[in-house]
């Protein structure tokens, strides 16, 4: 089955840096691949995702590239601000398989001001 | 997108007791999938809950442990049996909605706190 490795585990930034999350899958057929924000006492948040068709999706000050032939996906906040600290996990799917998905340990990124 | 209601969102129960938790969709969706989050840890899969017939657990989950009822395509049950102190977690429903292509909603979690 699908196993997801997920870096690094903590990532502290100063407010207005850039920061980078990566993951990487070890099912090569898997071909989707969204990341989950979780903020305390919530349920986790789907904030971008990315299929195997295409290598980079944006969406204002977040990113994920895909690399299919290394098997790995990476998230990319630029500009970060103290509301964008929270816990955020990767996950990977075949969604051919009707399955659910499989997800990352998570990284917990805080935002100092 | 799909708003989901889970009761209760935390209890505290005693060593032996059985907790039923509720989801409620406000649509009806094509998947439904129940998780565990251990404190300070990821999510995994419990099992899949399956309209009208019994759910798919996954490696390590049992149905005598964790029974699974999906009555309809709005609604499902997780209950957690004979407790125990390792069963503390956020238990999580999320659902699949129109064609599934992956995409899942998650509810805000049942916190259950066994002593």
């Known amino acids: 089955g699908e196993n997801v490795e997920q870096h690094p585990s903590t990532l502290s930034v100063q407010e207005g840096d850039s920061a980078v999350i990566k993951c990487t899958y070890s099912d090569s057929a898997s071909n989707y691949f969204p990341w989950y924000k979780q903020e305390l006492g919530k349920g986790p948040q789907l904030i971008i995702d990315i299929r195997s068709n295409v290598g980079e999706k944006k969406d204002q000050r977040i990113a994920v590239t895909l690399n299919k032939t290394a098997k790995h996906f990476s998230l990319h906040i630029t500009e970060t601000q103290p509301e964008d600290s929270a816990v955020y996990f990767c996950a990977a799917l075949l969604q051919e398989a009707g399955t659910a998905l499989i997800f990352g340990k998570g990284t917990t990124l805080s935002v100092s001001s | ?115």
């Open chain 2, 1 to 115: 997108s799909a708003v989901i209601s889970q009761k209760p969102s935390r209890d505290i129960c005693q060593r032996g007791t059985s907790l039923t938790i509720q989801c409620q969709v406000d649509s009806q969706v094509t998947m439904m999938f129940w998780y565990r989050q251990q404190p300070g840890q990821s999510l995994t899969l419990i099992a899949t809950a399956n309209q009208g017939s019994e759910a798919t657990y996954e490696s390590g989950f049992v149905i005598d442990k964790f029974p699974i009822s999906r009555p309809n395509l709005t609604f499902s049950t997780l209950t957690v049996s004979n407790m125990s102190p390792e069963d503390s977690s956020i238990y999580l429903c999320s659902v699949g909605v129109g064609q599934y292509t992956g995409e899942l909603f998650f509810g805000e979690g049942s916190r259950l706190t066994v002593l």
